[in-house]
Protein backbone atom coordinates (compact mmCIF):
# COMPACT_ATOMS: atom_id res chain seq x y z
CA UNK A 1 0.00 0.00 0.00
CA UNK A 2 1.05 3.30 -1.08
CA UNK A 3 0.68 5.85 1.43
CA UNK A 4 1.44 9.84 -0.16
CA UNK A 5 0.48 12.28 -1.64
CA UNK A 6 0.14 12.45 -5.70
CA UNK A 7 -2.44 12.85 -8.46
CA UNK A 8 -4.99 9.96 -8.85
CA UNK A 9 -3.86 7.69 -11.12
CA UNK A 10 -4.87 7.03 -14.15
CA UNK A 11 -6.42 10.79 -14.78
CA UNK A 12 -3.05 12.58 -16.35
CA UNK A 13 -4.39 10.67 -19.97
CA UNK A 14 -8.13 11.43 -19.23
CA UNK A 15 -7.58 15.70 -19.32
CA UNK A 16 -8.47 17.15 -22.77
CA UNK A 17 -5.44 19.78 -23.71
CA UNK A 18 -7.62 22.85 -23.61
CA UNK A 19 -8.47 21.72 -19.84
CA UNK A 20 -7.72 24.24 -17.10
CA UNK A 21 -6.00 21.08 -15.24
CA UNK A 22 -2.98 21.49 -18.26
CA UNK A 23 -2.59 25.07 -18.39
CA UNK A 24 -1.47 25.32 -14.35
CA UNK A 25 0.70 24.19 -11.92
CA UNK A 26 1.47 22.82 -8.49
CA UNK A 27 3.18 25.66 -6.58
CA UNK A 28 5.32 23.69 -4.73
CA UNK A 29 6.97 20.03 -5.15
CA UNK A 30 5.28 17.04 -3.53
CA UNK A 31 1.76 17.34 -4.70
CA UNK A 32 1.98 14.60 -7.46
CA UNK A 33 5.01 12.11 -6.63
CA UNK A 34 4.62 9.77 -8.56
CA UNK A 35 4.84 11.96 -11.92
CA UNK A 36 7.57 14.16 -10.46
CA UNK A 37 9.96 11.28 -9.48
CA UNK A 38 12.11 9.93 -12.83
CA UNK A 39 12.16 6.44 -11.56
CA UNK A 40 10.31 4.38 -8.76
CA UNK A 41 12.41 1.15 -9.33
CA UNK A 42 13.52 1.26 -5.58
CA UNK A 43 10.73 2.24 -3.63
CA UNK A 44 11.48 2.29 0.29
CA UNK A 45 8.89 -0.41 2.14
CA UNK A 46 8.13 -0.57 5.58
CA UNK A 47 6.85 -3.27 7.88
CA UNK A 48 7.63 -6.17 5.11
CA UNK A 49 10.69 -8.37 4.83
CA UNK A 50 12.16 -6.80 1.96
CA UNK A 51 13.50 -3.21 2.15
CA UNK A 52 12.29 -1.54 -1.53
CA UNK A 53 10.18 -2.85 -4.26
CA UNK A 54 9.60 -1.69 -7.96
CA UNK A 55 6.51 0.85 -8.97
CA UNK A 56 5.94 0.94 -12.58
CA UNK A 57 4.13 4.28 -13.19
CA UNK A 58 3.02 3.84 -16.38
CA UNK A 59 1.38 0.59 -15.69
CA UNK A 60 -0.57 1.53 -12.64
CA UNK A 61 -1.68 4.57 -14.76
CA UNK A 62 -2.69 2.50 -17.79
CA UNK A 63 -4.62 -0.09 -15.14
CA UNK A 64 -6.32 2.89 -13.11
CA UNK A 65 -7.31 4.64 -16.15
CA UNK A 66 -9.25 1.07 -17.51
CA UNK A 67 -11.07 1.03 -13.62
CA UNK A 68 -8.54 -1.74 -12.94
CA UNK A 69 -5.77 -2.17 -10.19
CA UNK A 70 -5.13 -1.60 -6.71
CA UNK A 71 -7.69 -0.13 -5.27
CA UNK A 72 -7.65 3.91 -4.46
CA UNK A 73 -8.66 6.28 -1.65
CA UNK A 74 -7.92 10.10 -1.01
CA UNK A 75 -8.38 11.42 2.69
CA UNK A 76 -8.91 15.32 2.31
CA UNK A 77 -9.64 17.97 4.57
CA UNK A 78 -11.58 20.96 3.14
CA UNK A 79 -9.53 23.49 1.44
CA UNK A 80 -9.23 26.19 3.32
CA UNK A 81 -8.08 24.06 6.41
CA UNK A 82 -5.79 22.00 4.32
CA UNK A 83 -3.93 25.81 3.12
CA UNK A 84 -3.85 26.90 6.14
CA UNK A 85 -2.20 24.24 7.48
CA UNK A 86 0.17 24.15 4.67
CA UNK A 87 1.11 28.09 4.64
CA UNK A 88 2.94 27.33 8.11
CA UNK A 89 4.43 23.77 7.14
CA UNK A 90 5.88 26.11 4.64
CA UNK A 91 7.08 29.38 6.85
CA UNK A 92 8.65 27.29 8.73
CA UNK A 93 10.39 24.82 6.08
CA UNK A 94 13.76 25.04 5.90
CA UNK A 95 14.14 24.45 1.68
CA UNK A 96 13.58 27.33 -0.42
CA UNK A 97 11.29 25.20 -2.29
CA UNK A 98 8.97 25.79 0.34
CA UNK A 99 9.72 28.75 2.15
CA UNK A 100 9.77 31.20 -0.95
CA UNK A 101 6.72 31.79 -3.12
CA UNK A 102 7.98 33.32 -6.24
CA UNK A 103 10.92 34.57 -4.81
CA UNK A 104 9.12 35.69 -1.70
CA UNK A 105 9.43 34.07 2.02
CA UNK A 106 6.00 32.46 2.72
CA UNK A 107 6.55 34.12 6.04
CA UNK A 108 6.21 37.58 4.61
CA UNK A 109 2.78 36.81 2.92
CA UNK A 110 -0.88 36.74 4.54
CA UNK A 111 -2.85 33.40 4.36
CA UNK A 112 -5.43 35.50 1.73
CA UNK A 113 -2.56 36.06 -0.60
CA UNK A 114 -0.98 32.84 -0.15
CA UNK A 115 -4.31 30.76 -0.45
CA UNK A 116 -5.32 32.51 -3.56
CA UNK A 117 -1.90 33.20 -5.12
CA UNK A 118 -0.47 29.46 -4.83
CA UNK A 119 -2.26 26.71 -2.46
CA UNK A 120 -5.95 26.65 -3.73
CA UNK A 121 -4.95 26.11 -7.52
CA UNK A 122 -2.74 23.25 -6.37
CA UNK A 123 -5.65 21.79 -3.80
CA UNK A 124 -8.46 21.90 -7.07
CA UNK A 125 -5.22 20.01 -9.19
CA UNK A 126 -4.93 17.48 -7.00
CA UNK A 127 -8.38 17.22 -5.88
CA UNK A 128 -10.23 17.13 -8.82
CA UNK A 129 -8.07 14.22 -10.33
CA UNK A 130 -10.05 12.10 -7.52
CA UNK A 131 -13.22 13.44 -7.72
CA UNK A 132 -13.50 12.76 -11.62
CA UNK A 133 -12.03 9.07 -11.60
CA UNK A 134 -14.06 8.11 -8.18
CA UNK A 135 -17.37 9.54 -10.27
CA UNK A 136 -15.74 7.04 -13.25
CA UNK A 137 -14.53 4.53 -11.14
CA UNK A 138 -17.09 4.52 -7.44
CA UNK A 139 -15.53 0.95 -6.95
CA UNK A 140 -11.87 1.33 -7.44
CA UNK A 141 -11.41 5.08 -6.18
CA UNK A 142 -13.47 6.36 -2.65
CA UNK A 143 -12.81 9.61 -1.24
CA UNK A 144 -13.02 9.39 2.32
CA UNK A 145 -13.38 13.31 4.24
CA UNK A 146 -10.45 13.92 6.90
CA UNK A 147 -13.04 14.65 9.70
CA UNK A 148 -14.79 11.03 9.38
CA UNK A 149 -11.57 9.72 10.23
CA UNK A 150 -10.89 12.09 13.30
CA UNK A 151 -14.39 11.90 14.53
CA UNK A 152 -15.00 8.01 14.04
CA UNK A 153 -10.78 6.53 13.95
CA UNK A 154 -11.80 2.87 13.93
CA UNK A 155 -15.11 2.94 12.02
CA UNK A 156 -13.58 5.26 8.69
CA UNK A 157 -9.84 2.66 8.75
CA UNK A 158 -12.02 -0.21 8.83
CA UNK A 159 -13.75 1.18 6.00
CA UNK A 160 -10.84 1.65 4.12
CA UNK A 161 -8.59 -1.05 5.06
CA UNK A 162 -11.76 -3.31 3.66
CA UNK A 163 -11.33 -1.10 0.07
CA UNK A 164 -8.12 -2.13 0.37
CA UNK A 165 -8.27 -5.36 0.86
CA UNK A 166 -11.60 -6.18 -1.04
CA UNK A 167 -13.35 -7.64 1.16
CA UNK A 168 -14.89 -7.20 4.65
CA UNK A 169 -12.14 -8.17 7.25
CA UNK A 170 -12.13 -8.10 11.26
CA UNK A 171 -9.70 -5.95 12.34
CA UNK A 172 -9.47 -6.05 16.07
CA UNK A 173 -6.26 -4.22 16.51
CA UNK A 174 -7.34 -0.81 15.59
CA UNK A 175 -9.14 0.14 18.60
CA UNK A 176 -5.49 0.13 20.31
CA UNK A 177 -3.83 1.23 17.29
CA UNK A 178 -6.68 4.50 17.11
CA UNK A 179 -5.48 4.82 21.06
CA UNK A 180 -1.96 4.61 20.06
CA UNK A 181 -1.73 7.44 17.73
CA UNK A 182 -3.34 10.22 20.44
CA UNK A 183 -1.25 13.11 20.18
CA UNK A 184 0.52 12.70 23.61
CA UNK A 185 1.31 9.23 22.83
CA UNK A 186 2.86 10.15 19.58
CA UNK A 187 4.92 12.96 21.62
CA UNK A 188 5.56 10.55 24.10
CA UNK A 189 7.14 8.07 21.52
CA UNK A 190 9.08 11.13 19.72
CA UNK A 191 10.84 11.79 23.02
CA UNK A 192 11.91 8.05 23.79
CA UNK A 193 13.67 8.13 20.06
CA UNK A 194 14.31 11.59 20.13
CA UNK A 195 13.35 12.78 16.88
CA UNK A 196 10.05 13.59 14.35
CA UNK A 197 8.21 10.49 13.55
CA UNK A 198 7.65 12.03 10.11
CA UNK A 199 9.85 15.31 10.23
CA UNK A 200 7.16 18.07 10.87
CA UNK A 201 7.75 19.32 14.03
CA UNK A 202 10.76 21.28 15.33
CA UNK A 203 13.82 19.30 16.92
CA UNK A 204 16.47 16.43 16.15
CA UNK A 205 15.74 14.78 12.20
CA UNK A 206 12.95 17.29 11.29
CA UNK A 207 12.87 19.85 8.07
CA UNK A 208 10.97 22.12 10.26
CA UNK A 209 12.47 25.28 11.82
CA UNK A 210 11.72 26.72 14.96
CA UNK A 211 9.27 29.70 15.44
CA UNK A 212 7.55 31.94 17.33
CA UNK A 213 5.09 33.27 15.67
CA UNK A 214 1.81 32.64 17.99
CA UNK A 215 -0.56 33.95 14.82
CA UNK A 216 -0.12 31.13 12.61
CA UNK A 217 -3.20 28.97 14.60
CA UNK A 218 -5.53 31.59 14.18
CA UNK A 219 -8.51 30.26 12.03
CA UNK A 220 -9.17 31.93 9.22
CA UNK A 221 -12.57 33.99 8.87
CA UNK A 222 -15.59 32.70 6.98
CA UNK A 223 -15.84 35.19 4.09
CA UNK A 224 -12.17 33.62 2.76
CA UNK A 225 -14.05 30.11 3.03
CA UNK A 226 -16.74 31.30 0.67
CA UNK A 227 -14.16 33.07 -1.82
CA UNK A 228 -12.44 29.91 -1.94
CA UNK A 229 -15.68 27.58 -2.43
CA UNK A 230 -16.62 30.22 -5.55
CA UNK A 231 -13.33 29.50 -6.42
CA UNK A 232 -13.52 25.80 -6.74
CA UNK A 233 -16.88 26.03 -7.95
CA UNK A 234 -15.86 27.57 -11.04
CA UNK A 235 -13.06 24.93 -11.98
CA UNK A 236 -15.81 21.95 -11.61
CA UNK A 237 -14.59 20.81 -8.20
CA UNK A 238 -17.78 19.62 -5.74
CA UNK A 239 -17.44 21.58 -2.84
CA UNK A 240 -20.64 19.56 -1.46
CA UNK A 241 -17.74 17.17 -0.34
CA UNK A 242 -16.15 19.07 2.11
CA UNK A 243 -16.79 19.36 5.54
CA UNK A 244 -16.27 22.06 7.49
CA UNK A 245 -16.26 21.77 11.00
CA UNK A 246 -16.08 24.23 13.88
CA UNK A 247 -13.07 24.74 16.12
CA UNK A 248 -11.70 21.81 17.63
CA UNK A 249 -9.53 22.60 20.72
CA UNK A 250 -7.39 19.61 20.08
CA UNK A 251 -6.00 20.40 17.07
CA UNK A 252 -6.09 24.51 16.88
CA UNK A 253 -4.95 26.62 19.92
CA UNK A 254 -6.15 29.80 21.07
CA UNK A 255 -4.88 31.71 23.90
CA UNK A 256 -7.51 31.92 26.76
CA UNK A 257 -7.48 33.72 30.13
CA UNK A 258 -6.56 31.55 32.82
CA UNK A 259 -9.74 31.68 34.40
CA UNK A 260 -11.45 30.48 30.75
CA UNK A 261 -8.67 27.91 30.23
CA UNK A 262 -9.76 26.22 34.22
CA UNK A 263 -13.52 26.22 32.89
CA UNK A 264 -12.86 25.02 29.92
CA UNK A 265 -11.01 21.84 31.56
CA UNK A 266 -13.61 21.57 34.05
CA UNK A 267 -16.31 21.12 31.85
CA UNK A 268 -15.07 18.02 30.10
Known amino acids: MFIGHTVCPGFHDM ?8 QTSFHVPGYDCFHEEKSYRHTPVDLASYDYAPVNVSAMDRAARKGRGAPIALVYRNPVDQAYSYFRYCQAHVSPAYHLFRGRPVA ?3 F ?16 ISYQLQAERYPDLVKMIPYDDLIDR ?4 ATY ?4 FCGTRREWPM ?4 ARLVRK ?17 RNGQDSHMRTSGDAERDRLADSAIRDEAISRLTELGVDCSLFAWPGHRATTVRQVFPEGVRQRERASR
Do not use: C
Open 15 to 22: VPAGHWWR
Open 108 to 110: DMS
Open 112 to 127: REYLFDAALISYARQF
Open 153 to 156: PVET
Open 160 to 163: LLNH
Open 174 to 177: LPAA
Open 184 to 200: DHMRAIEGKIGSSLDGT
